[in-house]
């Protein structure tokens, strides 16, 4: 038997903890249907000179549809991510990212991110399963 989960948020979430002084410090906020976060990434979080690693983007727009979830009242874990690159994401240029919810029931999340540059230009965008998270499982 497994060892019982908690989702429990002590602050050093890597992609939005406040406490975590190596994090990302995404802040979200939930507009209509949407939740939206600015991100500015630096130097450090680049895979190929000035460019963003892969990984980093992929973190981004993972939180940003967990926040969906969670900013609609539902605690949940991503179960599977699919992302589609489309341009770089180059240090210190500013992004935003958004992400919604597609369909829900009892079982399983669908939800979709975006992140797009600051001229408009869509960098990638993700689509993710989620399962919501009850405290009663194991």
């Not at 926040?67 to 589609?84: D, F, H, P, Q, Y």
Request: charged share 25%; hydrophobic share 40%.
């Amino acid at each position: 038997m497994g060892k019982r989960v908690s989702l429990k948020d002590d602050g050093y979430c890597f992609a939005c903890g406040a406490l975590n002084p190596q994090g990302l410090h995404l802040s979200f906020k939930k507009e209509a249907e949407k939740v939206t976060a600015l991100f500015v990434p630096q130097k450090i979080h680049q895979g190929y000179a000035e460019i963003i690693h892969g990984g980093i983007v992929t973190t981004v727009l993972d939180e940003a549809m967990v926040k969906a979830c969670i900013l609609n009242g539902i605690n949940a874990m991503t179960a599977e991510i699919s992302v589609r690159f489309r341009k770089p994401l180059m240090a210190g240029d500013p992004c935003t990212v958004e992400a919604w919810i597609v369909s829900q029931n009892p079982r399983l999340i669908e939800a979709e991110s975006l992140m797009k540059d600051h001229d408009g230009d869509t960098v990638a965008t993700a689509k993710a399963k989620l399962i919501p998270y009850r405290e009663s499982q194991t």
